[in-house]
C-alpha cells in the first residue's frame, strides 16, 4: 500500500510560482513512476506531469509545458512540481500519483495510488 501527501497549494498572483510536493510512505519509492494531476471545478480530471522512477524521462502536458517541472528525490521519497508563470486556468486541485512500475504514464488509468489533493488558485 501507498499513500501519497500532497503539499503546497496556496493563493497566488499570476505570474507568481510555487511548488508542489508529494511525499510517499512507501518502503521503496523508486519502484513506482509518479506523475501530477489536476481538476478544476467542473472539469475532468486531467494530466499535468509524470517522470520514470529514476527521473530521467519526464512529460509534460502542452498547457504547462515550459512553465512547470517535475522532479523527484527518491532518498527523500517525494515528487515535487515546481510552477512557473501560473496563470488563472492553472487554478485547481492539484493530485500526486503512483504507478507500480519503471516508466511514466499520461494516462490516468494508469496510475493506481492516489494522494488526496491540494488546491492551487490563481486569480485572474
Known amino acids: 500500500q501507498v499513500q501519497l501527501v500532497e503539499s503546497g497549494g496556496r493563493l497566488v498572483q499570476a505570474g507568481g510560482s510555487l511548488r508542489l510536493s508529494c511525499a510517499a510512505s512507501?518502503?521503496?519509492?523508486?519502484?513506482?513512476?509518479m506523475a501530477w494531476f489536476r481538476q478544476a471545478p467542473g472539469k475532468e480530471r486531467e494530466f499535468v506531469a509524470a517522470?520514470?522512477?529514476?527521473?530521467?524521462?519526464?512529460y509534460y502536458a502542452d498547457s504547462v509545458k515550459g512553465r512547470f517541472t517535475i522532479s523527484r528525490d527518491n532518498a527523500r521519497r517525494t515528487v515535487y512540481l515546481q510552477m512557473n508563470s501560473l496563470k488563472p486556468e492553472d487554478t485547481a486541485v492539484y493530485y500526486c500519483?503512483?504507478?507500480?512500475?519503471?516508466?511514466?504514464?499520461?494516462?490516468?488509468?494508469?496510475?493506481?495510488?492516489w494522494g488526496q489533493g491540494t488546491q492551487v488558485t490563481v486569480p485572474s
Open positions: 512507501v518502503r521503496i519509492f523508486s519502484n513506482y513512476a
Open positions: 500519483a503512483a504507478e507500480g512500475a519503471d516508466g511514466a504514464s499520461k494516462r490516468l488509468r494508469d496510475y493506481e495510488y
Open positions: 517522470i520514470n522512477w529514476g527521473g530521467t524521462i519526464k
